[in-house]
Structures are given as C-alpha cells and as structure tokens.
T-cell receptor, first 109, second 117 residues
Framework: KNEVEQSPQNLTAQEGEFITINCSYS?????LHWLQQHPGGGIVSLFMLSSGKKKHGRLIATINIQEKHSSLHITASHPRDSAVYIC???????????FGPGTSLSVIP | DAGITQSPRYKITETGRQVTLMCHQTWSHSYMFWYRQDLGHGLRLIYY???????DKGEVPDGYVVSRSKTENFPLTLESATRSQTSVYFC????????????????FGAGSRLTVL
C-alpha cells in the first residue's frame, strides 16, 4: 500500500464545476502540501497545511489529521486549472517528503 | 532575481559522459533536494541536503553525486550517464526552520530535461 494515495487518478470536468481531489496518507506528518504542475511545466506550491483549512482565490484545502485525509477543492473551475495536482506529506519518522501519484485534471470549456 | 534556478533547462548527452545539473537558490534555505520525475513514478528523491556540507541519499541515488559547499548551490552530477537516467530533474528548497524537511513550503526550480542517447 502506498504511503500517500490520491483519488481520482484522472478527472475531467466542465468549466464552472466544483472539483474535489482527495489525498489520504498512512504516516505521521509535520505538514501536507498541495502542488500544481501544468503540462510540460514546473511545479508550484499551492498550499502547505498542518491543520484546518486554507483558502486562496478559488482553491480551498482542508486537512483532517485524525483521519489522515486532505481534500483540495476548486470552485468555479476554469480551463486554466487543467494540470496535475500532487499531494505530498512531510513524513516525520524518517524526515522525508513523500509524494502522491498525482491527479490529472482536465477542465473543458 | 530571487528564486531557485536550474541550468541547463535542456541537455542531450551520450551514454558514458559526465553531466552536471546546477541548482542555485537565493533565499538561504537550509534544505535542498534533487528529484527526478518519470512517467509512472511521480517524483522520486535522489539526494537531499539539510545544510552546507551535509548531504544524504534519497530513494534513487545510484549513479548520482552531489555536493553542497555553499548554502545556495546544490549541483547534481551524473558521473557516467546511462539511458535510464533520461528524465526531468527538479531541484527544490525549503526553509528548514521547523525541524523537519517537509515542514516548510517547498519551492521548485523550473526543471532540467535530460536526454541520454
């Protein structure tokens, strides 16, 4: 079983839809990261959180430490949101960052 | 300009040649990382460094060498490139003031696409 799992693996949405990407992990963590990577592009940090909820524009990230689960929500999705979204955790036992496999999002006009 | 820069962005080399990928950051971040990204594998850690003169192996270190004589630079060298090292390489850094490498925002370079023929 992978230490960081994401669902769904692939997601296609119509412009304007509300999108949720899920991340679950099985290790102790210092923080959880949501990253965005556009096709052929670099990797950008969207959020780092260790509790509760953060919001930036149309993006919202939540984390439930007890359930070891995080969600990334995109409201009013837009074609420019099309990218791979990667969940990563700062694991504490071995002090390493573990990346999830990514969720590929395509938003259709 | 402030930030994290990688060079070269694109490199084509031949099997057996030595290649060095450069990474430079201007924030004085303690932690620096080298990852490779391949289809079907996601991001895999090659080496990381917690501070100048401190480096440690990651998940896939074989065939790679790193050094960190200055806080701002973290070069990655492929001593004798192989076709299996064809990949996109990302350098990243984080502040490291919270005791864990993953406890601060990760900042990535733009990536270096390496092709080994």
């Amino acid at each position: 079983k992978n230490e960081v799992e994401q669902s769904p693996q692939n997601l296609t949405a119509q412009e304007g839809e509300f999108i949720t990407i899920n991340c679950s992990y099985s290790v102790g963590i210092s923080a959880l990261h949501w990253l965005q990577q556009h096709p052929g592009g670099g990797i950008v940090s969207l959020f780092m959180l260790s509790s509760g909820k953060k919001k930036h524009g149309r993006l919202i990230a939540t984390i439930n430490i007890q359930e070891k689960h995080s969600s990334l929500h995109i409201t009013a999705s837009h074609p420019r949101d099309s990218a791979v979204y990667i969940c990563a955790v700062g694991e504490t036992s071995y002090d390493k960052v573990i990346f999830g496999p990514g969720t590929s999002l395509s938003v259709i006009p | 300009d402030a930030g994290i820069t990688q060079s070269p962005r694109y490199k084509i080399t031949e099997t057996g040649r030595q290649v060095t990928l450069m990474c430079h950051q201007t924030w004085s971040h303690s932690y620096m990382f080298w990852y490779r990204q391949d289809l079907g594998h996601g991001l895999r850690l090659i080496y990381y460094s917690a501070a100048a003169d401190i480096t440690d192996k990651g998940e896939v270190p074989d065939g790679y060498v790193v050094s960190r004589s200055k806080t701002e630079n973290f070069p990655l060298t492929l001593e004798s490139a192989t076709r299996s090292q064809t990949s996109v390489y990302f350098c990243a850094s984080s502040k490291g003031d919270r005791g864990f490498s993953g406890a601060n925002v990760l900042t990535f370079g733009a990536g270096s696409r390496l092709t080994v023929l």
